[in-house]
């Protein structure tokens, strides 16, 4: 898939969400490269691996390239193993709100009590139902992607 993603970020002020997610996955994740003009990551998401490029943010912060394809668990676990250090684990649940599916990911480890939701866009100004446990804005934040979280976890963040 090649596309541009938009999406905004938020913190989350309670678990509440949990009693409304239709779905939840574990995801492990590592990146090939973090530089700043672009991300390689290798994501095993359930029984399913994928390779993802990133590229950077727009100045909002809203908008980027992204390309994706699947590969198989096998060949996610492989490359996993030369990735860059630091890595994310980490739950994600899936809840509907309105015409909007919210991701929400419990960190995990180095990142525990990190909670972060995101809603994917169709374009920047398009408005949203927001939960009621949806908190601050993080959108355009660079701590909170998930490539620097890996170098700079939350626990360590003063």
Same mark, same amino acid.
């Given at each position: 898939?090649?596309?541009?993603?938009?999406?905004?970020?938020?913190?989350?002020?309670?678990?509440?969400? $949990?009693?409304?997610?239709?779905?939840?996955?574990?995801i492990i994740q590592g990146f090939?490269?973090?530089?700043?003009?672009?991300?390689?990551?290798?994501?095993?998401?359930?029984?399913?691996?994928?390779?993802?490029?990133?590229?950077?943010?727009?100045?909002?912060?809203?908008?980027?390239?992204?390309?994706?394809?699947?590969?198989?668990?096998?060949?996610?676990?492989?490359?996993?193993?030369?990735?860059?250090?630091?890595?994310?684990? $980490?739950?994600?649940?899936?809840?509907?709100?309105?015409?909007?599916v919210f991701e929400i990911d419990?960190?995990?480890?180095?990142?525990?009590?990190?909670?972060?939701?995101?809603?994917?866009?169709?374009?920047?100004?398009?408005?949203?139902?927001?939960?009621?446990?949806?908190?601050?804005?993080?959108?355009?934040?660079?701590r909170y992607y998930n490539s620097?979280?890996?170098?700079?976890?939350? $626990?360590?963040?003063?």
């Amino acid at each position: 898939m090649n596309t541009t993603e938009i999406e905004r970020k938020f913190l989350v002020r309670s678990e509440d969400f $949990k009693t409304e997610a239709h779905k939840y996955t574990r995801i492990i994740q590592g990146f090939l490269n973090t530089h700043p003009e672009r991300t390689v990551r290798v994501r095993l998401k359930g029984d399913l691996g994928y390779l993802t490029v990133k590229g950077k943010s727009n100045d909002s912060g809203l908008s980027r390239y992204e390309w994706e394809r699947e590969i198989s668990k096998t060949e996610a676990e492989a490359l996993l193993k030369l990735c860059e250090a630091g890595s994310i684990d $980490k739950t994600r649940y899936e809840v509907q709100k309105g015409t909007h599916v919210f991701e929400i990911d419990v960190f995990h480890q180095s990142n525990e009590g990190l909670v972060v939701a995101e809603v994917e866009l169709g374009h920047e100004e398009e408005s949203f139902e927001k939960p009621i446990w949806l908190g601050e804005e993080v959108t355009g934040d660079k701590r909170y992607y998930n490539s620097q979280l890996a170098k700079h976890p939350f $626990k360590h963040w003063s």
